[in-house]
């Protein structure tokens, strides 16, 4: 695709285009990695993705992980509200988002108290998944 025709195409094009490939993706990625799996449709420009993905995210149907540096899409896109949750596996990368209404609650609370106005909330929770605790298991108890 040539230059024109990516000039062309609406801002809900580029989000349409750049949320797929973050779903086909499935798993975090860097704005230049998603570049690359957007190449052959013609999107090369990092402002056009950042651009794309800053309204993903107000939309909620992305999320940027602080910790990775990375994005991913929303898998809960009834929550428009700016909250998230996530589970990083720090041994396979694996990454579960899941709701924690007390854990948002909870800070919500704190954040009306302090005075603070919450625009955005992400919890990222490090640690190792259900699959790489049991691989770990199984090599302690092996004595590896």
């Known amino acids: 695709m ?19 490939a973050l779903r ?10 998603l570049i690359e799996e957007l190449r052959d449709k013609g999107v090369t420009a990092p402002p056009t993705v950042y651009r794309a993905l ?6 909620g149907l992305a999320h940027r992980l602080e910790s990775l540096n990375a994005f991913v899409a929303c898998n809960h896109p009834h929550h428009h509200t700016g909250k ?3 589970a990083i596996c720090e041994a396979c ?16 609370q704190w954040a009306k108290r302090a005075g603070f106005a919450v625009r955005t909330m992400t919890l990222e929770l490090r640690g190792q998944c259900r699959t790489c605790c049991a691989v770990s298991a199984r090599s302690r108890s092996a004595g590896g």
């Open 93 to 108: 990368g694996a990454v579960t988002e899941f709701d924690s209404e007390t854990a948002e609650r909870s800070l919500a």
């Open 24 to 33: 086909g993706v499935g798993r975090p990625v860097s704005a230049y990695e």
């Open 2 to 20: 040539d230059k024109k025709t990516t000039k062309r195409r609406s801002a809900a094009d580029q989000d349409k285009i750049v949320v797929e």
């Open 54 to 59: 800053n309204r993903l995210i107000e939309d």
């Open 84 to 86: 998230a949750v996530f």
